[in-house]
């Protein structure tokens, strides 16, 4: 029943390069997204929300959002080793507070 | 700081036998969480609750209770724990679209059934 598929599900990147999560959602009612990063042994944590068309930029990371394609991205410039983690859109409706979270993508950035 | 603090950190139990998860914020967030996690699968959402008294069914609610009985605590109860239950499980707080406020999540407690 999952409702927002992410891809790629893994990922690979050399420090400095960029790192580009996707997620698509089957859902028209999705209209507010989060983008969480979870490292190993921890909860997942909140990097930015993406409620309105377009892109929203924040330091290093810039989260990009189509409502009409149902589609958001996150893209995380000169990636560094500590932004090896797992990565997951979440997704909320305009009629409930209900939040789903992708199947995530690991990303590994080598040195 | 605002936290949600999640007990046990780790659990073993045994098929059959009932588990109780507990969740614990002190956000005086509205909304609470609780999701598990595996491998291939992502965070899936078990139950969630919009205040004390209020709890509402997710994605995968099967062989799952849960318990708000103040806007602080909510717990996930497994009456009947099975193999399949092993996993990992958060509990969050928060999710408010009005506010912008991201679900903030505890540190997960790992169940294994055996």
């Known amino acids: 029943q999952q409702k927002v598929q992410q891809s790629p599900e893994s990922l690979s990147v050399p420090e400095g390069g960029m790192a580009s999560f996707n997620c698509t959602s089957s859902d028209r009612n999705f209209q507010y997204f989060w983008w969480y990063r979870q490292h190993s042994g921890e909860g997942p944590k909140a990097l930015m929300s993406i409620f309105s068309d377009g892109d929203k930029k924040e330091g290093r990371f810039t989260a990009h959002l189509n409502k009409a394609s149902l589609h958001v991205s996150l893209h995380i410039r000169d990636s560094q080793p500590s932004d090896s983690a797992l990565y997951f859109c979440?997704?909320?409706?305009?009629?409930?507070?209900?939040?789903?979270f992708g199947t995530g993508t690991r990303l590994q950035v080598s040195p | 700081e605002a936290a949600v603090t999640q007990s046990p950190r780790n659990k073993v139990a045994v098929t059959g036998g009932k588990v109780t998860l507990s969740c614990n914020q002190t956000n005086n967030h509205n909304n609470m969480y609780w999701y598990r996690q595996d491998t291939g699968h992502g965070l899936r959402l078990i139950h969630y609750?919009?205040?004390?008294?209020?709890?509402e069914k997710g994605d995968i609610p099967d062989g799952y209770k849960a318990s708000r009985p103040s806007q602080e605590n909510f717990s996930l109860i497994l009456e009947l724990a099975t193999p399949s239950q092993t996993s990992v499980y958060f509990c969050?707080?928060?999710?408010?679209?009005?506010?912008?406020?991201?679900?903030?999540f505890g540190e997960g407690t790992r169940l294994s059934v055996l």
């Open positions: 979440a997704a909320s409706s305009s009629n409930t507070d209900k939040v789903v």
């Open positions: 969050a707080s928060g999710g408010d679209r009005a506010s912008n406020q991201a679900p903030l």
């Open positions: 609750s919009y205040g004390a008294g209020s709890t």
